[in-house]
């Protein structure tokens, strides 16, 4: 089978100027999209870095040919989210795509981490990607109303630490789990506008990353932040309109199919019948996660 083509697509990638944002943009645009680049060029703290890599992004992919534009608007702001969406649709007239994968980063154990740190990570991350998400919502049951036929395409960023925890990364696991429970319920409430959501899980060595992939580490190829970039441009495809509702974690060059939170087989029934009595739990959770459940506690035994 050949690539999936983008040709007279839209997309809105947010982050777009540095990492995986930029990886992103440049492999919607070589599929044939026209690409919105956000990025307000922020450091990986969230502090103003007086630097404008959104423009360098746009530029790049108009000097290979393709079409583009930069907006440095913050996803964290309700207005600029919905200017976002506004602009892509006044200067390309549609939008068909979304990729938030804004992000930034302030590790802290939780005895550490002020309420100032824990509002910035949640802010970008989760209200960001709510914000952006609702506002090209808005306008593609609009779109869909008014009698357009409508394809449109949410790719939301997660990550391991949102999926399974971090020592250190409070805000930023909370807030990755929530992006899930979001991209679940985005994906049952647009499938009647024929919209799609899913998300992603990469493992790359990026600015948020760099903490993690030290040392040679941070060069080993598998971790370039462009592996996941062939995945989000296939999502954002006509290929990929049946599926939605999903997380796909990309490790590599693995592709993985994600099932978190799910129930497991093993049950435990109160032995009186009708309610658990507390003098019974501790059996039943032996029975049920044996001596260790599968989490930080057994990771720590066996590592």
């Known amino acids: 089978m050949g690539e999936?083509?983008?040709d007279g697509k839209v997309a809105i990638v947010t982050g777009g100027?540095?990492?995986?944002?930029?990886?992103?943009?440049?492999?919607?645009a070589r599929h044939g999209a026209t690409v919105v680049v956000n990025d307000p060029g922020v450091s990986r703290?969230?502090?103003?870095?007086?630097?404008?890599?959104?423009?360098?992004?746009?530029?790049?992919?108009?000097?290979?040919?393709?079409?583009?534009v930069a907006n440095k608007g913050s996803v964290t702001s309700w207005t600029d989210s919905d200017a976002l969406i506004a602009q892509a649709v006044a200067e390309f007239g549609r939008l068909d795509i979304v990729v938030n994968n804004a992000g930034i980063v302030r590790d802290k154990l939780i005895t550490r981490m002020t309420e100032e740190d824990w509002d910035a990570v949640v802010s970008v991350h989760l209200?960001?990607?709510f914000a952006v998400t609702k506002h090209a919502c808005d306008y593609w049951r609009n779109e869909s109303k008014a009698g357009a036929d409508v394809r449109g395409r949410i790719i939301n960023t997660t990550s391991g630490a949102g999926l399974k925890g971090n020592a250190g990364q409070a805000a930023y696991s909370a807030a990755k789990a929530a992006i899930v429970?979001?991209?679940?319920?985005?994906a049952l409430e647009m499938e009647r506008y024929n919209v799609t959501a899913n998300a992603i899980s990469p493992v790359a060595a990026t600015r948020l990353s760099a903490d993690v992939f030290t040392g040679e580490k941070a060069n080993d190829p598998s971790l370039d932040p462009g592996q996941s970039?062939?995945?989000?441009?296939?999502?954002a495809s006509d290929e990929a309109a049946w599926l939605t509702g999903q997380i796909l974690r990309v490790d590599g060059d693995l592709l993985i199919r994600m099932i978190g939170w799910n129930q497991k087989p093993e049950r435990y029934r109160a032995r009186a019948g009708g309610?658990?009595?507390?003098?019974?739990?501790?059996?039943?959770?032996r029975l049920l996660y044996g001596t260790a459940p599968d989490g930080f506690v057994a990771q720590l035994v066996t590592n």
Do not use: Y
């Open 4 to 6: 999936v083509r983008l």
């Open 17 to 28: 100027g540095r990492g995986i944002g930029r990886a992103h943009c440049l492999e919607l």
């Open 45 to 68: 703290d969230g502090t103003d870095s007086g630097e404008s890599p959104a423009d360098q992004v746009a530029r790049e992919i108009v000097e290979a040919g393709g079409k583009a």
């Open 127 to 129: 209200k960001g990607t």
């Open 181 to 186: 429970g979001l991209t679940l319920t985005t």
């Open 229 to 235: 970039s062939p995945v989000v441009a296939w999502l």
């Open 275 to 285: 309610k658990l009595d507390s003098g019974e739990l501790t059996q039943a959770a």
